[in-house]
């Protein structure tokens, strides 16, 4: 009987403290196999638990054997927090390199919401009605990987705010809506704007969630 693995909140919580740290594993880190592994345990994940879950599976969805797989990562759980750690690394990494191109924060707001909504189509996130999942696990931990994504907004919004390119709101408020904004728009269909059109998510966060942050909502068709 295989073991059941960790709870994906504690891997979740593992691999954001590993993310965030001062030695987080960057892409020189892994090859191209190390890489296959890794893609094939993201796409088990969002279709099975960690509990049904197996290297079985992780390896023939990679295309390698099993003993390969563990040649490289010491267990399962292993395997499934190097995924984590290497998508969340991801996704930070896009914010941080659109951000250093994108510097007014209503923006980056914009900006950060695209990023956020393109994770729609992530294999993690392939099965819909397993994303209920996925959200307790952002929420578990000490500290949650949803409270460090509020902390890391809040910290820009503050900085906005010091240099007055945003003069209104409480940033943690801003940072607390914002945050929760994109995960709710993750966990269910938008109804009045097809979030899957990166054009229409741009216009869409300009008109509707930049507004947090104080920016006047461009004038026009609201269709558009």
């Known amino acids: 009987m295989t073991r059941p693995g960790a709870p ?3 891997l979740f919580a593992r ?31 969002g ?5 049904e879950a197996t290297v079985e599976e992780i390896a023939r969805e990679a295309g390698v054997g099993r003993a390969t797989v563990f040649r490289r990562f010491d267990s399962r759980d292993h395997v499934f927090e190097a995924a984590l750690v290497r998508f969340v690394g991801q996704v930070v990494g896009s914010m941080v390199d659109r951000f250093a191109v ?13 990023i956020c909504l393109a994770l729609d189509d992530d294999p993690l996130l392939a099965d819909r009605a397993r994303r209920g999942e996925l959200l307790a696990a952002l929420s ?39 945050v929760h904004l994109g995960l709710s728009y993750l966990m269910a269909p938008g109804l009045a704007v097809d979030l899957t059109d990166p054009t229409a998510v741009r216009a869409f966060a300009r008109r509707t969630v930049a507004p947090i ?12």
């Open 8 to 10: 994906l909140g504690d």
């Open 102 to 114: 994108v510097t007014d924060p209503v923006d980056q707001v914009v900006e950060g919401f695209a």
């Open 140 to 178: 578990g931990g000490d500290p949650s990987p949803l409270r460090l994504a509020w902390a890391a907004v809040a910290a820009n919004l503050r900085r906005a705010h010091r240099a007055g390119t945003i003069t209104a709101g409480d940033p943690d408020e801003q940072a607390d809506a914002l």
């Open 15 to 45: 691999a954001v403290a590993q993310a965030f740290g001062p030695a987080s594993p960057t892409a020189a880190d892994t090859d191209t196999t190390d890489d296959r592994i890794l893609d094939a345990a993201l796409a088990v994940l």
């Open 213 to 224: 942050v104080g920016a006047i909502p461009p004038r026009g068709n609201p269709s558009s």
């Open 47 to 51: 279709r099975r638990s960690t509990r």
